[in-house]
């Protein structure tokens, strides 16, 4: 299976790693996309985990599994992902730090949920937290519902395929 994250590498060698926990992520865009991909593959443990130490407090184990079993993600395009500080770097972005020098990743997800198609945006914001990276919160700018083309139409998510080959699956 491809990655769910869009990396066009198989998902074993790619977001998988991350969340069987065999490595850590490198960047909040890498942390992004396992997070992307563990809600793809049901991993409502590693979403859990990967929530900054503060916002796990607004989480459940069974919410965030209860809405990753009602949606099937279909595509995650990164907009933009700010510069960010190196992990073994002294001066790593803590959440002591001021909150606008976060580092910062922007995204669209196209998904389904109770049979309609959406497509949403997110600036999240990311911190580092005993030498990791950790997804503090998000700033959803968009989350519209989307029409449905006829399966030999053109797909929603630009990507050049029709529908009854992409997200219409
Ligand atoms: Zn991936
Ligand atoms: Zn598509």
């Not at 997070?35 to 443990?45: G, H, I, K, N, Q």
């Not at 993600?73 to 500080?85: F, G």
């Not at 196209?110 to 914001?125: A, D, N, P, V």
Request: glycine share 2%.
């Amino acid at each position: 299976m491809q990655c769910p994250c869009g990396s066009n590498i198989s998902f074993q060698q790619c977001c998988c790693l991350l969340i069987n926990q065999e490595t850590c992520a490198q960047s909040p865009e890498q942390l992004m996309r396992s997070r992307y991909s563990a809600y793809a593959t049901e991993a409502a443990d590693y979403i859990y985990q990967t929530y900054a130490q503060a916002s796990r407090a607004l989480q459940s184990i069974a919410d965030i599994s209860a809405w990753a079993k009602e949606t099937k993600w279909l595509k995650l395009t990164i907009n933009a992902a700010s510069d960010y500080t190196e992990l073994d770097d002294q001066n790593a972005v803590n959440a002591d730090n001021e909150e606008q020098h976060l580092p910062t990743v922007c995204f669209s997800a196209y998904y389904q949920h109770q049979g309609e198609y959406f497509l949403m945006k997110e600036t999240s914001r990311f911190v580092v937290e005993k030498g990791q990276w950790r997804y503090l919160d998000g700033e959803v700018s968009n989350n519209e519902a989307l029409i449905a083309p006829k399966r030999n139409q053109a797909c929603f998510c630009d990507s050049n395929k029709k529908f009854k080959q992409c997200c219409g699956r």
